[in-house]
């Protein structure tokens, strides 16, 4: 058994991946831990973030898809703790419009997350950041020794650093899980050592732990739930992981049922307008005593309204889970949070009846992406 589903069920229905990879990741983050902590990333890092904090230096978090919502989430946490900003740009666009991102005279470190490395964009990213800036620094956090991006920042160690995860973070699934909250604990732990730590990193595991065992049911049943359209809300960097828990809905059922992400208070300017009866909210509370008043608030609207089937709010004391995820800070919530939101996607995926392992067979999306060409760069 593995997330309460028979082994013989999770292989008839090509859904032993996806089930093994989420339900490994506490495991995986203390692995993680010790990765970075036996490494030189520090020596590395740590000149750049005082250049950063002088505002001598950017620090731009990037990637495509998962691996680009890996920066919405962390970099505001990052920005808090390390008092300078810290930028989220999805490789995507900096390949696509690098001029409108890059700048010559602007020394930049560029953090690039992917899961193989071996996408287009992993390396296009670097290549135009090469291209465009004078001082260019860059920091890979993959879960694929073997990969392009790892052996590419390997090749010039004065100015880059390639970090890889343990091998079981890289994903045979086709949606990214364990992949990608390895990359980023990788990144917290990192950037911010004097805040986030083995014992930090233990505390949201046990809750996680107790979530995967205890909770696991509560979510089985939302996703048994008959409705077609998912909301996610949250502030701040739940934002970012609001998006991409939208995104793990919409890839593990092949857009069958429909993932949306907003900002609590945006939801209200025009995004609310999608709440129906067939509509489930997720609502991710922060612990900010300023911040969870507005995201409160929310949540108590959507209740008076009564519109949607069911709003459940995440991260509050008298919530439907028997995991504490009330005694973590923000930081640490992101971790079972995103786990909350890979579990409703991979149930959901069971339920509707579709080979979570690979949900789009015939090709369309692939698990590393296809189809792109990049083009040289002339400035």
Not at 52 to 81: C, D, M, N, Y
Not at 147 to 161: D, E, R
Not at 176 to 201: C, I
Not at 361 to 378: C, D, F, I, K, M
Request: proline share 4%.
């Amino acid at each position: 058994m593995i997330l309460n589903i028979s082994n013989q069920t999770l292989e008839n229905q090509k859904a032993f991946w996806t089930a093994k990879e989420i339900a490994q990741q506490p495991q995986t983050w203390r692995e993680t831990t010790e990765i970075v902590a036996n490494s030189s990333i520090h020596t590395f890092i740590a000149p750049l973030v005082e250049r950063a904090k002088k505002g001598e230096l950017r620090i731009i978090f990037t990637g495509a898809g998962t691996s680009a919502f890996i920066g919405e989430v962390i970099a505001p946490v990052l920005s808090e703790q390390l008092g300078c900003v810290v930028e989220a740009i999805a490789s995507t666009d900096l390949v696509s419009s690098p001029y409108q991102y890059l700048f010559e005279d602007k020394p930049t470190l560029l953090v690039s997350f992917a899961r193989s490395g071996n996408s287009p964009e992993s390396i296009g990213a670097v290549d135009r950041v090469n291209d465009i800036v004078k001082e260019a620094y860059h920091l890979a956090i993959t879960n694929n020794v073997k990969g392009a991006l790892f052996v590419k920042c390997s090749q010039n160690p004065t100015a880059c650093y390639p970090l890889a995860l343990p091998d079981s973070t890289h994903d045979q699934g086709f949606a990214m899980t364990s992949s990608a909250s390895n990359m980023m604990l990788a990144a917290l732990l990192a950037f911010a050592p004097q805040k986030f730590n083995s014992q930090w990193v233990e505390q949201f595991s046990q809750v996680t732990e107790k979530l995967l065992t205890e909770d696991a049911l509560t979510v089985q049943t939302l996703a048994h739930l008959p409705v077609k359209r998912v909301v996610y809300l949250g502030s701040g960097g739940f934002q970012g992981l609001a998006r991409e828990t939208a995104l793990k809905l919409l890839e593990l059922t092949a857009g069958e049922r429909l993932g949306f992400f907003e900002s609590t208070m945006g939801f209200r300017h025009g995004p609310k307008s999608l709440v129906q009866n067939e509509t489930l909210i997720f609502v991710f509370l922060s612990q900010h005593a300023y911040t969870e008043k507005y995201d409160r608030d929310l949540y108590n609207e959507l209740i008076r309204d009564k519109k949607a089937r069911e709003v459940i709010l995440l991260g509050d004391t008298s919530g439907q889970f028997h995991a504490e995820i009330y005694q973590l800070d923000d930081a640490a919530r992101i971790f079972p949070f995103l786990v909350i939101g890979q579990l409703y996607s991979f149930y959901s995926s069971l339920h509707l009846g579709y080979t979570t392992d690979n949900p789009c067979p015939t090709g369309e999306v692939n698990r590393v992406v296809q189809g792109v060409t990049l083009y040289s760069y002339n400035n």
